[in-house]
């Protein structure tokens, strides 16, 4: 258990739906990091959230959207579901973003990540 | 595309044998990374090196740094079947998050 814990581990939905991923980072650690896993397009960084504040922002579809709670737990909104959305959604974590005492130097924790099937 | 790109894409090795891979770069980075993910499940932190580092040890694994040539290689010594897995570099070019290459696919047979 790396600490992360991500919820639900599998989704099956409809095209044209909505589904919440959820998230939950390693205790202590203030940033949150979305990446979207698909075996076409490898790992691809979506979204970060430092403290509740969005940090940076990726390949994030208008289609997707993310906040981060004061628990600084994580939601990744996903609307409008097309086929090409199947993918994994990882979640991973650290203490903070860079220039931020802790930081990310020592690397993310990750999930074990959301599978998500678009039918 | 990607920053780092793993080579090569796909490694078979026997049990006992030595696995090399290797992760070349575009850009300055301040510290590179490695990660495993066995099938389907999430990344594993494995070890860490910093710019200014040209080697690192972590139990069977061996990092080396070369800047110069912006690449990276990691070595298993006297790999087991547990090692089966994805191995990805990560780099943090951008200042803002790390970008993962596309992996390397290790498979140790018995």
């Known amino acids: 258990d790396s600490g992360v814990t991500q919820t639900p581990k599998h989704l099956i939905t409809a095209t044209g739906q909505r589904v919440t991923l959820r998230c939950s980072p390693r205790s202590g650690d203030l940033s949150v990091y979305w990446y979207q896993q698909s075996l076409d397009q490898g790992l691809q960084f979506l979204i970060q959230y430092y403290n509740g504040e969005e940090r940076a922002k990726g390949n994030i579809l208008e289609r997707f959207s993310a906040q981060q709670f004061p628990d600084l737990h994580s939601e990744l909104n996903l609307s409008s579901l097309e086929l090409g959305d199947s993918a994994l959604y990882f979640c991973?974590?650290?203490?903070?973003?860079?220039?931020?005492?802790?930081?990310?130097?020592?690397?993310?924790?990750f999930g074990s990540g959301t599978r998500l099937t678009v039918v | 595309s990607q920053q780092g790109e793993e080579d090569p894409q796909a490694l078979s090795i026997q049990e006992g044998e030595n696995a090399t891979m290797n992760c070349s770069y575009k850009?300055?980075?301040?510290?590179l990374q490695w990660y495993r993910q066995n099938s389907g499940r999430g990344l594993v932190h494995l070890i860490l090196i910093r710019s200014n580092e040209r080697e690192k040890h972590s139990g069977r694994l061996r990092v080396t740094l070369d800047t110069s040539k912006k690449s990276s290689s990691l070595l298993i010594t006297a790999s087991r079947a547990a090692d089966t897995a994805s191995y990805f570099c990560?780099?943090?070019?951008?200042?803002?998050?790390?970008?993962f290459g596309p992996g390397t696919r290790l498979s140790v047979l018995p």
């Open positions: 990560a780099t943090d070019a951008n200042g803002q998050n790390f970008v």
């Open positions: 850009t300055s980075i301040n510290n």
């Open positions: 991973a974590s650290s203490v903070g973003p860079w220039g931020v005492r802790g930081g990310a130097d020592y690397g993310y924790t």
